[in-house]
T-cell receptor
Framework: SQQGEEDPQALSIQEGENATMNCSYK?????LQWYRQNSGRGLVHLIL?????REKHSGRLRVTLDTSKKSSSLLITASRAADTASYFC????????????FGEGTQLTVNP | DAGVIQSPRHEVTEMGQEVTLRCKPI?????LFWYRQTMMRGLELLIY????????DSGMPEDRFSAKMPNASFSTLKIQPSEPRDSAVYFC????????????FGQGTRLTVV
């Protein structure tokens, strides 16, 4: 079963707008990671946030983590057509060994 | 580094045939993961290795699936015999020592069983 559940399943916006994707999970975690997958390609790691962190930035990406609500959000600012992809959250919990558990993803379409 | 290398990129085979997927992880990574991605089930972890030793194969769907890692630079996932429901994209990923670190994915093998 999927640990993370992304919301929304699909998002369509215009270039220049901000895109926000959410991830909810069920158990306690050690870290949460976001990945991007372009059509027909492998997943690419974007950012990792530890359970004791609340917010992290990387370029146009901003990730927040609320462990009390068991949720995370990924914000992409000033989106570009090249940001069109599927975005997945993945959770890591120590008791699960070294596995990452992926959500089902949000399909983001940025229209030029 | 060239990243995680998978071969073949595409494989079309007939039901009942043996299929072997190959993966070369990034040098120095001691974790290797095999995932399967389908529209219905999303991304599923099949098995992972640490220092060439299988650690958790609970995600392997059936005895028809087997995986090996004979050395630090090579792993295979074999399906014998293959069935149409095995059609999916299979990804290999590797990560650095340390648990919970970021995973580096290969480009995947798109398997179609007809």
């Amino acid at each position: 079963s999927q640990q993370g559940e992304e919301d929304p399943q699909a998002l369509s916006i215009q270039e220049g707008e901000n895109a926000t994707m959410n991830c909810s999970y069920k158990t306690s975690i050690n870290n949460l990671q976001w990945y991007r997958q372009n059509s027909g390609r492998g997943l690419v790691h974007l950012i990792l946030i530890r359970s004791n962190e609340r917010e992290k930035h990387s370029g146009r990406l901003r990730v927040t983590l609320d462990t009390s609500k068991k949720s995370s959000s990924l914000l992409i600012t000033a989106s570009r057509a090249a940001d069109t992809a599927s975005y997945f959250c993945a959770t890591y919990e120590e008791t699960s060994g070294s596995r990452l558990t992926f959500g089902e993803g949000t399909q983001l379409t940025v229209n030029p | 580094d060239a990243g995680v290398i998978q071969s073949p990129r595409h494989e079309v085979t007939e039901m009942g045939q043996e299929v072997t997927l190959r993966c070369k992880p990034i040098s120095g990574h001691d974790y290797l993961f095999w995932y399967r991605q389908t529209m219905m089930r999303g991304l599923e972890l099949l098995i992972y290795f640490n220092n060439n030793v299988p650690i958790d194969d609970s995600g392997m769907p059936e005895d028809r699936f087997s995986a090996k890692m004979p050395n630090a630079s090579f792993s295979t996932l074999k399906i014998q015999p293959s069935e149409p429901r095995d059609s999916a994209v299979y990804f290999c990923a590797s990560s650095l020592p340390g648990r919970g670190t970021e995973a580096f994915f290969g480009q995947g093998t798109r398997l179609t069983v007809v």
